[in-house]
């Protein structure tokens, strides 16, 4: 299985703030990264795909980069809303995985 | 767009066999652009791709469960089902199904996921 790594664990914050979350991939996969943002009590919700390409209606403010083992996601300026927890998620075999979560907090 | 709800009991007994439905509303699940999937979380943990099945019925498992998980599809009802036997504790969950995307292999719909505990 592919293992994926993100970092940090979580993260402090304040609105207005850059952040950016790492993920890392035990083995290439490729462009077929996906992000999401999973708040309490809910599902997750799709934000970015094939590493780069944002969900339809999901805010500019995030995007997504990166190809093979390393990816990034970036809030460029953060909102209250945007205090959550972020997964990763490979699609480039099975079985799919996803990374271990990055709880964003406010500060 | 798109909508999925779970059903199914949220207590299922040790060595028994737990059984969800995930019910497709404002699409048909035989339209061919999406896989149709299960995924769980185990509370305050990460989440753990179970499997996926297409509208033809061809399935994919993950190896980890394979062994004890069977997901069906019923184009008829725009519904399709998870089983996963012999159940135990480690099998409490919070359980999704999701679509997945046909070609750029996304989560793209959630469901809002249902809590099944195991417990005599």
């Known amino acids: 299985d592919i293992q994926m790594t993100q970092s940090p664990t979580s993260v402090s914050a304040s609105p207005g703030d850059r952040v950016t979350i790492t993920c890392r991939a035990s083995?290439?996969?490729?462009?077929?990264l996906a992000w999401y943002q999973q708040k309490p009590g809910k599902a997750p919700k799709l934000l970015i795909y094939?590493?780069?390409s944002l969900q339809s209606g999901v805010p500019s403010r995030f995007s997504g980069s990166g190809s093979g083992t390393d990816f990034t996601l970036t809030i460029s300026s953060l909102q209250p809303e945007d205090f959550a927890t972020y997964y990763c998620?490979?699609?480039?075999?099975?079985?799919?995985?996803f990374g271990q979560g990055t709880k964003l907090e406010i500060k | 767009q798109v909508q999925l709800q779970e059903s199914g009991p949220g207590l299922v007994k040790p060595s028994q066999t737990l059984s969800l439905t995930c019910t497709v509303s404002?699409?048909?699940?035989?339209?061919?652009?999406?896989?149709w999937s299960w995924i769980r979380q185990v509370p305050g943990k990460g989440l753990e791709w179970i499997g996926f099945?297409?509208?033809?019925?061809?399935?994919y498992y993950n190896p980890s469960l394979k062994s004890r998980v069977t997901i069906s599809v019923d184009t008829s009802k725009n519904q399709f089902s998870l089983k996963l036997n012999s159940v135990t504790a480690a099998d409490t969950a919070v359980y999704y199904c999701?679509?997945?995307?046909?070609?750029?292999?996304?989560?793209?719909?959630w469901g809002q996921g249902t809590l099944l505990t195991v417990s005599s």
């Open positions: 998620q490979q699609a480039d075999s099975f079985p799919y995985t």
């Open positions: 404002g699409g048909s699940i035989s339209s061919g652009g999406h896989y």
């Open positions: 083995q290439g996969v490729s462009s077929w």
């Open positions: 099945i297409y509208y033809s019925g061809t399935a």
């Open positions: 999701a679509s997945l995307g046909y070609n750029d292999r996304n989560f793209d719909y």
């Open positions: 094939v590493a780069s």
